[in-house]
């Protein structure tokens, strides 16, 4: 007989196997009654050439998705490639279900062991509320505790997890950076916060080239990677030299996050949203070296990981080796370069615009 | 240092990428990175396969032309910091070791050089950014209103 309180793998990979699946059932349920008593609306986005459907019990949430995603939603009546439940308890009046876990399973970056690896994964938010997926039914859950609650980070890249999770079973990799472009090319801005990728990205914009991301992409096919479009937002710090002033159609969403960051929700722009994307033509490394005369040097690749990993795994929940191995392939397919930035915002611009092939 | 019988990168915890003339470390539990470029990768390497210290003395000391005592002496502290800060854990007794490939017979440019590493802790906040500080009765986090701090 098998001791089901026994700590070998096998156990634990038949307790996940279990209780996987069980959970999964429990947040229909619970999503299913909070869908009876608020009803519902939904709309459908296509991300990366995916059709992704968001059905919300309620209003609540809504905006909350809306916001950022916008400008990827499609019409017509293409079946999902994934679709998500969201609800929230305040508006709804209905709980989530037993958490199948203990406090013992909560992990760092809101993981909670046991749902890390799949077929069910789930994870806790900053504002305490659960994102869930299950591969197999290729199904998402978000709840919500209150819409309000949500906190800046979370308006500003909502369902990070999710998508993070289904994509990858794609070969589409999230990945923690800005990103711009001209036509069909692109470059990612790659760095922690604070290294002035989002300003760098934001004066690009300024100077006539599109924004593609501000804090997360997607990234598809190495060796011949492209960028899609995930999150219409910014966020910036009052200091910037690229705060968008009035008349060029980014709104301010919501002021004063625990890091002092302020969100903006960035026009609709078209495109973007197709399989193919934007071809990726180099990763960009930006410094913020604050006077002088900006420059762009080569960088190593090895370099350019240290820029880019460990800020995106780090970030998601679930992220491992294989992760640091796509992201380590991504590098090694493009040129990497250093930005150090001057003390001349425009400067900044036309070094990356440089970077691009001629329109 | 152990003498015994090699070394085990310690995964899950641990997962690298070898680069041209850099291998980048990241310890998924703790938040820090690690780089190691010239002897440094050159040891994580043969360690990564299973090599023991003395092999490993003894292939520096053929490619360096060094001075065997000499070389493992200059390691010692290095293979210490390497399991201090969990990137490698002793191989168990018993098990038998994992061929490793040897090194390039590449000419050697220089005098062996002590092996180095390069610690990065910038990110081990983003893994302090737990919104998990209350548990309900029912096993859900409470939200406690403006303590989480946020990515950037």
Redesign the interface.
């Known amino acids: 007989m098998t001791d089901s309180r026994s700590g070998s793998p096998a156990s634990s990979a038949v307790r996940r196997s279990v209780r996987g699946p069980v959970f999964v059932h429990a947040l229909e349920e619970a999503y299913g009654k909070a869908a009876a008593a608020a009803g519902t609306r939904a709309f459908t986005l296509r991300i990366a050439g995916r059709v992704v459907r968001l059905v919300f019990a309620g209003s609540a949430l809504v905006a909350f998705a809306r916001d950022a995603l916008g400008s990827l939603e499609m019409s017509g009546g293409s079946a999902p490639d994934l679709t998500v439940n969201l609800w929230d308890t305040s508006s709804t009046g209905v ?2 279900p ?6 013992d399973d ?1 992990r ?3 993981e909670i062991r046991g749902f890390s690896k799949g077929p069910v994964f789930a994870s ?5 509320g ?1 994102a869930a997926f299950d591969e197999t039914s290729v199904r998402g859950f978000f709840w919500a ?1 209150d819409a309000n ?1 949500l ?3 979370e308006r500003g890249a909502p369902l990070l997890s999710l998508f993070a999770w289904f994509f990858r079973a794609h070969g589409v990799n999230l990945v923690h950076a800005a990103a711009v472009g001209r036509g069909r090319d692109a470059l990612l801005l790659a760095g ?3 290294s002035g990728k989002s300003t760098t990205a934001l004066l690009c914009r300024a100077f006539g080239l599109e924004h593609f991301a501000d804090d997360y992409a997607l990234v598809s096919g190495a060796p011949r990677p492209a960028v899609h479009r995930l999150y219409g937002t910014a ?1 910036l710090l009052p200091s910037s030299p690229a705060m968008p002033g009035e008349g060029d159609g980014a709104r301010l969403e919501r002021a004063g ?3 002092g ?1 302020t969100l903006f929700l960035l026009p609709p722009t078209p495109g973007g949203n197709d399989a193919s994307g934007f071809a990726l033509r180099a990763l960009v490394v930006p410094r913020v070296a604050g006077r002088g005369e900006t420059s762009v040097s080569p960088l ?3 370099e350019a ?2 820029a880019l ?3 995106t ?3 998601l929940p679930g992220a ?2 294989a992760s ?2 796509s ?2 392939a991504l590098v ?1 397919s493009v040129p990497c370069f250093a930005l150090s930035l001057g003390g001349d915002p425009a400067q900044a611009a036309s070094a990356v615009a440089g970077l691009l092939p001629p329109a | 240092m152990t003498d015994g019988p090699g070394f085990g990168i310690n995964t899950p915890k641990v997962a690298y990428e070898a680069f041209d003339g850099e291998i980048v470390a990241v310890n998924l539990e703790t938040g820090s990175y690690y780089s190691l470029r010239g002897t440094a990768a050159e040891f994580f390497r043969l360690a990564a396969a299973g090599a023991s210290v003395p092999e490993i003395t003894d292939v520096f000391a053929e490619r360096h032309g060094a001075d065997p005592g000499g070389v493992r002496e200059g390691i010692a502290p290095f293979v210490d910091e390497l399991l201090r800060e969990g990137l490698l854990v002793p191989r168990a007794a018993g098990v038998s070791p994992a061929p490793f490939p040897p090194l390039e017979r590449a000419p050697v440019t220089g005098p062996f050089a002590l092996p180095r590493l390069e610690k990065f802790t910038d990110m081990q906040d983003l893994l302090l950014l737990d919104p998990i500080h209350e548990v309900d009765e029912t096993g859900w986090p409470r939200a406690v209103p403006g303590a989480p701090a946020e990515p950037e």
């Open positions: 709980p989530p037993s958490a199948p876990w203990t406090p909560l760092p970056r809101g806790l938010s900053l504002s305490g659960l505790r609650l906190t800046i980070h922690p916060g604070g966020k996050s625990a890091d960051k190593p690749p090895a990981f240290r990993a460990p800020s795994v780090f970030q491992g080796a640091l191995a992201l380590a090694k």
